[in-house]
Antibody, heavy 122, light 107 residues
Framework: QVQVVQSGAEVKKPGASVKVSCKASGYTFVNYYIHWVRQAPGQGLEWMGVINPSAGSTTYAQKFQGRVAMTRDTSTSTVYMELSSLRSEDTAIYYC???????????????WGQGTLVSVSS | SYDVIQPLSVSVAPGQTARITCGRNNTGTKNVHWHQQRPGQAPVLVIYRDTNRPSGIPERFSGSNSGNTATLTISRAQAGDEADYYCQVWDSNTVVVFGGGTKLTVL
């Protein structure tokens, strides 16, 4: 069955970087885009960007341009989201979400990872 | 940019019908999707392309979309339906836009 499993919680200091992983299984890794979404404590869902695991191409939300990098390793079916220059406002749960398609080929955010808590504190 | 607006909260009595709206600031047709997020859990897709239920989602969940407003309807509400609900659209083939979320309380 399709699974996307994320790495464990991280604690970082302001100014540092964090790299969260999302390991896929149960399907052909390169065939489905993966998005990253974050959720600050008590807040809503915020889209960060997307990676095409086949080509490695990415699209980032303007808010995170220059500070986020999404990469993939096809040998391990894993995508990574690295966020740099961390500040306290980056404290959040970070989710990966795999796209699936309905019978018309329309994209859906159908499979969510379990989330990774990143805490930024001095 | 494309914005989607949801009420902050909706309350419903057990067994009654809850309706959560999602308004959009742009004209033009957009399919709307709904994600349910129970406390402490990851989101789950409950309605896609306005009216469709993924397998495993109860028939009590339904959706509609007319004009600039989409609606998620939960019939015969149960305590287990208490959650945050997010509407979502695609602003392009790859850019995702979420509404701010609606907290559903069943009381």
């Amino acid at each position: 069955q399709v699974q996307v499993v994320q790495s464990g919680a991280e604690v970082k200091k302001p100014g540092a970087s964090v790299k969260v992983s999302c390991k896929a299984s149960g399907y052909t890794f390169v065939n489905y885009y993966i998005h990253w979404v974050r959720q600050a404590p008590g807040q809503g869902l915020e889209w960060m960007g997307v990676i095409n695991p086949s080509a490695g191409s990415t699209t980032y939300a303007q808010k995170f341009q220059g500070r986020v990098a999404m990469t993939r390793d096809t040998s391990t079916s894993t995508v990574y989201m690295e966020l740099s220059s961390l500040r306290s406002e980056d404290t959040a749960i970070y989710y990966c979400a795999r796209v699936n398609y309905d019978k018309s080929g329309y994209p859906l955010l159908g499979y969510w990872g379990q989330g990774t808590l990143v805490s930024v504190s001095s | 940019s494309y914005d989607v607006i949801q009420p902050l909260s909706v309350s419903v009595a057990p067994g009654q019908t809850a309706r959560i709206t999602c308004g959009r600031n742009n004209t033009g047709t957009k399919n709307v999707h709904w994600h349910q997020q129970r406390p402490g859990q990851a989101p789950v897709l409950v309605i896609y392309r306005d009216t469709n239920r993924p397998s495993g989602i109860p028939e009590r969940f339904s959706g509609s979309n007319s004009g600039n407003t989409a609606t998620l309807t939960i019939s015969r509400a149960q305590a287990g339906d208490e959650a945050d609900y997010y509407c979502q659209v695609w602003d392009s083939n790859t850019v995702v836009v979420f509404g701010g979320g609606t907290k559903l309380t069943v009381l």
